[in-house]
């Protein structure tokens, strides 16, 4: 049985639901490293800032969820893959323009990369130019 999978899982969703730092710190490192190839996310770092970057998508994006298609471990790794798509639409109040009513359907993986039981580190990889362009922010 993984010792993994189910920390992941739990993180996915808390993180996914915009619980923020809060709802996640439970299931990370305390100084629990992030990256990703991505404009958006370019100056991010650190797991905690990501998990607030989440949290505040909420704002713009009240309806956001997500599906998960795929998730994944692998032991002699020590990291989890989880795949899913971000739906919402863009009714409240900030992003980078007023509200446009466009909808997202956005794939994205994330990589977790776990010491013991607890998450050390996530990449995110996932397609923002197609995202802002879904939501008519760029």
């Known amino acids: 049985m993984s010792k993994i999978l189910e920390p992941a899982k739990r ?3 808390a993180c996914e639901t915009g619980k923020g730092w809060a709802g996640c710190k439970e299931y990370c490192l305390p100084d629990a490293t992030f990256s990703s190839q991505t404009g958006v996310l370019a100056e991010i770092n650190t797991l905690e800032d990501y998990c607030e970057w989440v949290k505040d998508l909420f ?3 009240p309806d956001g969820h997500y599906e ?5 471990a692998d032991e002699s790794r020590k990291t989890v893959a989880g795949y899913g798509v971000f739906h ?3 009714t409240g109040p900030g ?3 007023a509200p446009t009513g466009k909808s997202i359907a956005t794939d994205y993986v994330y990589a977790m990369v776990f ?3 607890r998450i050390q580190h996530v990449t995110k990889i ?3 130019t197609i995202t802002m362009q879904q939501l008519g922010w760029n």
Not at 68 to 72: E, G, I, M
């Open 68 to 72: 998960l298609l795929f998730f994944a």
């Open 126 to 128: 996932w397609n923002d």
């Open 88 to 90: 919402g639409t863009h």
């Open 11 to 13: 993180f996915f969703d």
């Open 115 to 117: 010491e013991g039981n």
């Open 59 to 61: 704002i713009p994006v």
């Open 95 to 97: 992003g980078p323009v």
